[in-house]
């Protein structure tokens, strides 16, 4: 299971730092990332990070969001910083994971978690 928190009201170019725990019987987890969607429009990706450290960003969150992972304690953490009006949108953690006795990661979602930028 994936389980995000910190969502939360905020005014613009204030920060907030989302976190997202996998629990359960873990055997590996591969590429963790954050997804969004805005009321009326698409989930879209908005940061991943592999097993090894590889980060990925929307052009949209480039040096103003922080994707960083804690593998020690399976979770996904996601620093937001100069937070805009656009940034408005439920965030979804997102991680594939192998379960300790099967052969293949699943790919999982998390339940949401509210961000609110006011200008």
């Known amino acids: 299971q994936l389980q995000a928190y910190g969502g939360g009201l905020v005014q613009a170019e204030g920060s907030l730092r989302l976190s997202c725990l996998v629990s359960?019987?873990?055997?590996?987890?591969?590429?963790m990332a954050w997804y969004r969607q805005a009321l009326g429009k698409e989930r879209e990706l908005v940061a991943s990070?592999?097993?090894?450290?590889?980060?990925n960003y929307a052009d949209s969150v480039k040096g103003r969001f922080t994707i960083t992972r804690e593998n020690g304690k399976n979770t996904v953490y996601l620093q937001m910083n100069s937070l805009k009006s656009e940034d408005t949108a439920v965030y979804y953690c997102?991680?594939?994971?192998?379960?300790?006795?099967?052969?293949?990661?699943?790919?999982?979602w998390g339940q949401g978690t509210l961000v609110t930028v006011s200008s």
């Open positions: 359960g019987s873990i055997g590996n987890i591969g590429t």
């Open positions: 997102n991680a594939d994971v192998r379960g300790r006795t099967a052969f293949i990661a699943r790919n999982y």
């Open positions: 990070v592999t097993s090894s450290g590889t980060t």
